[in-house]
C-alpha cells in the first residue's frame, strides 16, 4: 500500500508556484524605473494583475516582468500583484522598494494645545550622506502666529529650527516652509505644519 502511495506521489505533477514571491529593490535617489523579475518554479504564468498604476508588466510564460514608475518613491514602499499558473494557483508577488530619504525631519507637524504653555519646540533637520540636497537655504513662515529661530548645526549635514507660539489662546494653523539647495520638486521645499490645536 505504501508503494503504491508513492507512485501516485510521484506522477502527479508538482504544484507550480513562484519560490520567490517577495523581492527587494534598492533604489537610488531620483531612480526613476525599476525592474522587478518574478519567475515561477516551471508553470506558465495565465493571468496577472498589477494593483498599482505605476506598474506594467510583461508576461513571459514562467516569467514575468514588472516595470515601475519608481520617480515618486521615497522611503520603504510595497507594490503588488496577483499572478495566476496554468494549475489555477493565484500568488500575491510583492516588491518592497526602499530609498533612503534626502531630507530627515524630526518632525512633519509641530503642536500645542489651546490654552498650554507657549513652550518652545525643537525641529531637526538631517541630511543623511549621499544625499541629493547639499544644504538648507532658508525657512520661512506662512503666517505670523509662530516665532521661530533656524540654527546650523553642521552645514550640509544638520539644522535645526526653534518653533515658538506667540499666543496658545486660539486655535490657529500656520506653515514653516523649509527650502533646500535641491532642484528637484522632492526635495526643494518641505512643508512643516505648525498648530494650536483644541
Sequence with gaps: MKYLIFLILLGAPALAGFPQPTQQVKLSYGQQQATVVFATDGSSITKAKAHCDCTTLKNEGAKLIAQVDTSQFEGKVSKTIDATTADGKT?????????????????????????SKSTPKVLSIKLPKGSPVKDVRDAGLSGDSFDYRPQVITKGREYSITVTPLSTQKAVLNRLVIKTDSSDPRYAQQIIYLQVRK
Design 91 to 115: 500568488t500575491r508577488l510583492t516588491m518592497q522598494f526602499d530609498v533612503p530619504p534626502a531630507i530627515v525631519l524630526s518632525a512633519r507637524s509641530l503642536q500645542w494645545k489651546v490654552g
